[in-house]
């Protein structure tokens, strides 16, 4: 850190991303990426020409895509918003109306505190219940910015969406985000709601049913005055916060539709298989509704179990903090990735019994 730093970024604690480790080839299940690579339409869809054209900036208003999006969810462009992965969003949604404070769950997607930190927001974090669930009723009526993750990370647990409409209706001074990182793979999407409350803001992302984690390619599901807010930030930040390859590449996704359907309905099958699996090796796993599942053995340490695992090549992700420090969250990759997984678990399981 230099002199120079603003003094209220000195004490800042940074997010720490899940680990991307050039050293050796892992089975990499430790940051929620697919296993899957993008459609063919979208491996085929960039030609020279799309390189030359980089010397053009991008479209800012992003009108292609805004309108592919919005007729796949049957909403219209004005109440879409694109970004630079839902990061952006997230980041955003804090600036602009955390000024009231905010609230969301004690264990959550780590960035949210880092967000609220960042922009000097005073914030609430509440507990989850003794099963790792969040009681919606602890978010009525607070009147500040709610941030809730449906599915929630690292836990899994999905909320049906009259839990989240009681948290919508009950806070209408301000803006309730509901973050759909996961929702592709089992959950019940707030989209629709939209039109009824002009406070819900729904962050979504093609970084994990959408198979580009690497393209940064985020977009939010709102009234239009929320994203008119949105994109008055953005053009007083980054009016060229998407890249033309990565705008291009998002048309084509919207187009295959069907293969990361397809797809996700793949992740769902192994999902529940390797529930099933990690259960009769003796390990709690926490019902999920993502592409992960959250999974405590009943006897053997939980750092060990990631540090013994990366050993032979797996990559799952660890969290210190104390009420979740005996688990371990495990990315669903493909069956074959995870019967290496499995396998791997019973040597390990194995050799502390001798
Ligand atoms: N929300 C949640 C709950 C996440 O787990 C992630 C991924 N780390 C994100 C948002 C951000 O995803 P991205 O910026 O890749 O769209």
Do not use: W
Not at 66 to 93: H, P, Q, R, T, W
Not at 229 to 242: A, G, H, R, V
Not at 322 to 344: H, S, V, Y
């Amino acid at each position: 850190m230099s002199r120079y730093l603003k003094e209220n970024y000195q004490a800042l604690e940074e997010y720490t991303p899940g680990e991307q480790p050039k050293d050796t080839e892992y089975i990499k299940l430790n940051t929620n990426e697919s296993p899957f690579p993008p459609a063919n339409e979208v491996l085929n869809v960039l030609k020279r020409q799309d390189i030359e054209n980089l010397r053009l900036y991008s479209d800012p208003t992003m009108s292609v895509l805004k309108a592919k999006l919005a007729n796949l969810y049957g909403v219209k462009s004005e109440n879409i918003y694109l970004s630079n992965g839902s990061d952006d969003i997230l980041n955003f949604a804090f600036m602009a109306y955390g000024h009231k404070g905010a609230v969301f769950p004690e264990i959550t997607y780590g960035f949210y505190s880092v967000f609220a930190e960042l922009h000097q927001i005073e914030y609430e974090a509440i507990p989850l219940q003794d099963d790792f669930t969040v009681n919606y009723k602890d978010y009525l009526s607070k009147n500040k910015l709610i941030v809730i993750a449906n599915p929630n990370a690292p836990t899994g647990n999905a909320r049906p969406l009259r839990e989240i409409e009681e948290i919508i209706k009950s806070n209408p001074d301000s803006v309730v985000l509901i973050d759909e990182a996961y929702v592709d793979f089992g959950g019940e999407s707030a989209y629709p709601l939209c039109e009824k409350y002009d406070n819900l803001l729904v962050v979504r992302t093609f970084s994990k049913s959408r198979c580009m984690a690497g393209a940064r390619l985020g977009y939010a599901i709102a009234s239009k005055g929320i994203i008119s807010d949105l994109e008055k930030i953005k053009y007083s930040t980054n009016p060229y916060n998407i890249n033309r390859l990565t705008a291009t590449l998002g048309e084509a996704t919207v187009d295959a539709e069907d293969y990361y359907k397809e797809k996700c309905q793949e992740i769902i099958k192994v999902r529940e298989y390797t529930k099933e699996k990690l259960e009769s090796l003796g390990f709690e796993v926490l019902p999920s509704k993502a592409n992960f599942l959250f999974a405590r053995h009943k006897s053997y340490d939980g750092e060990k179990l990631y540090l013994e695992l990366k050993a032979r090549h797996i990559l799952v992700r660890h969290f210190s903090t104390d009420k979740i420090k005996d688990f371990n969250r495990i990315t669903i990759g493909t069956k074959e990735q995870m019967d290496k997984m499995l396998l791997a678990l019973c040597e390990i399981l194995k050799g502390e019994n001798q």
